[in-house]
């Protein structure tokens, strides 16, 4: 198993520009979510999806948008980036109501210039 | 206030040095907590998760819970160079599909 993987590692946006992070998963799991990672923050939740064609927003929604169309995907979409997004961004994934055993990717680091 | 709160730290301890990493925590609803470690430029990795109070090991980690103090704990025996890290811990109520509330994390290096 691959586990979670995320897709690109490192990018590189202008303000204004859009793009989508890639997050996929092999272990079936119905829950996935997208995070934030900043200095003195914590991880902060974006959005999450509990199932395919179900998703619903975090604590920090604003500036993104998500879709599940299947099991696997849970792509992360910046609509027009900003230098507040710059940030780590973490997507994770676990069975239903079992948030407590996570899976995590390695992640991918976004600069917004 | 936070409703987690873990200090940032860094705390450096020499090999061997038994290592005591703790949060506090708001909300009594908190039903399930859970140790993260994070090495540098890598995603969190779970090491332990434990249900309501008590105490919890695995190998050289003992999680513990205090839910009448709102204090948890992670402790390491034997710490090891490799245990250098972030560890953050996390939190969450028992109701379904219920977040995770996460503290800011606490640099840890074990000095050889």
């Known amino acids: 198993n691959a586990g979670v993987t995320q897709t690109p590692k490192f990018q590189v946006l202008k303000t204004g520009q859009s793009m989508t992070l890639q997050c996929a998963q092999d272990?079936?799991?119905?829950?996935m979510s997208w995070y934030r990672q900043d200095p003195g923050m914590g991880l902060r939740l974006i959005h999450y999806s509990v199932g395919a064609g179900i998703t619903d927003q975090g604590e920090v929604p604003n500036g993104y948008n998500v879709s599940r169309s299947t099991t696997e995907d849970f792509p992360l979409r910046l609509l027009s980036a900003a230098p507040s997004q710059t940030s780590v961004y973490f997507c994770?994934?676990?069975?239903?109501?079992?948030?407590?055993?996570?899976?995590f990717g390695p992640g991918t680091r976004l600069l917004v210039l | 206030q936070k409703e987690v709160e873990q200090d940032p730290g860094p705390l450096s301890v020499p090999e061997g040095a038994i290592v005591s990493l703790n949060c506090t925590y708001s909300?009594?609803?908190?039903?399930?907590f859970m140790w993260y470690r994070q090495y540098s430029r890598k995603g969190p990795e779970l090491l332990m998760y434990?249900?309501?109070?008590g105490n919890k090991e695995d190998g050289r980690f003992t999680a513990q819970v205090d839910k009448s103090s709102k204090y948890i704990s992670l402790f390491i025996r034997d710490s090891q160079p490799s245990d250098s890290a972030t560890y953050l811990c996390?939190?969450?109520?028992?109701?379904?599909?219920?977040?995770?509330?996460f503290g800011t994390g606490t640099r840890l290096t074990i000095i050889p």
């Open positions: 909300n009594s609803a908190f039903q399930y």
């Open positions: 272990m079936n799991h119905e829950y």
């Open positions: 994770a994934s676990s069975y239903s109501g079992a948030q407590e055993t996570q899976y």
């Open positions: 996390a939190m969450r109520s028992n109701f379904g599909n219920e977040k995770l509330t």
């Open positions: 434990t249900y309501s109070s």
